[in-house]
């Protein structure tokens, strides 16, 4: 049973603006830690934001901070990520993705969702 489901990928110009969206159904309590990861074309998966969710301290890999904002909606389980200034080399599928600690370190992450395609053209 798939319970962290992504919504918002899409084909934007470079430059342009995405929002995703991704929603925790599988727990009945909202997990300590709610991120982003991505794999693009040619290479592994990485992490790309991750947020408590109690407090809400954020921390972003080097490539997209200042461009994407990762932020979460306790009430309704839910966690986004605002990129902003898109470039090509953003292009690949998104995975929503959860840990139960250590949110700044991409390992503890455990549980994912199918994934979201985000193509950003130049």
């Known amino acids: 049973q798939v319970q962290l489901v992504e919504s918002g990928g899409g084909s934007v110009q470079a430059g342009g603006s995405l929002r995703l969206s991704c929603v925790d159904s599988?727990?009945?309590?909202?997990?300590?830690?709610l991120g982003w990861f991505r794999q693009t074309p040619g290479k592994e998966r990485e992490g790309v934001a991750g947020?408590?969710?109690?407090?809400?301290?954020?921390n972003y890999a080097a490539s997209v901070e200042g461009r994407f904002t990762v932020s979460k909606d306790n009430a309704k389980k839910m966690v986004y990520l605002q990129m902003n200034d898109l470039k090509p080399e953003d292009t690949g599928i998104y995975y929503c993705?959860?840990?139960?600690?250590?949110?700044?370190?991409?390992?503890?992450?455990?549980?994912w969702g199918q994934g979201t395609q985000v193509t950003v053209s130049s």
């Open positions: 599988g727990y009945g309590y909202t997990r300590n830690c």
């Open positions: 947020i408590y969710t109690e407090g809400g301290a954020a």
């Open positions: 993705a959860a840990a139960p600690w250590n949110c700044g370190t991409w390992h503890a992450y455990n549980d």
